[in-house]
Nanobody, 127 residues
């Protein structure tokens, strides 16, 4: 499975961005996707994840209510819509995939749950 993350950029605080994660080389409809981020000097942090059903989503507390994760199986793509962005959201955002989940599996915020990782896309929020 190969993952391509895109959509990052520079935005002012309070603004919005939509990240995309497009997968190839696997059966996308059977794949759970997670988003993680890492800022310079900080540990990698879980952001959000979505399972096969599309309605099985998980968010970290700091993004709940501001970020929305969704999937389009016809386009092999998961989106992360980010609103009300804050300077502390500045980081490189990575998507990760687990292509072996069953329909009832809720995706986990644990990075070891995911087998494949993309190269990331930079998000910078100015104050």
């Amino acid at each position: 499975v190969q993952l391509q993350a895109s959509g990052g950029g520079l935005v002012q605080a309070g603004g919005s961005l939509r990240l995309s994660c497009t997968a190839s080389g696997g059966t996308f409809s059977r794949t759970a996707i997670g988003w993680f981020r890492q800022a310079p000097g900080k540990d990698r942090e879980f952001v959000a994840a979505i399972g096969r059903r599309g309605d099985d989503t998980v968010y970290t507390d700091s993004t709940k209510g501001r970020f929305t994760i969704s999937r389009d199986n016809g386009k092999n793509t998961v989106y992360l819509q980010m609103a009300s962005l804050k300077p502390e959201d500045t980081a490189r955002y990575y998507c990760a995939a687990n292509p072996r989940v069953i329909l009832s599996t809720t995706p986990r915020p644990d990075p070891t749950f995911y087998d494949y990782w993309g190269q990331g896309t930079q998000v910078t929020v100015s104050s």
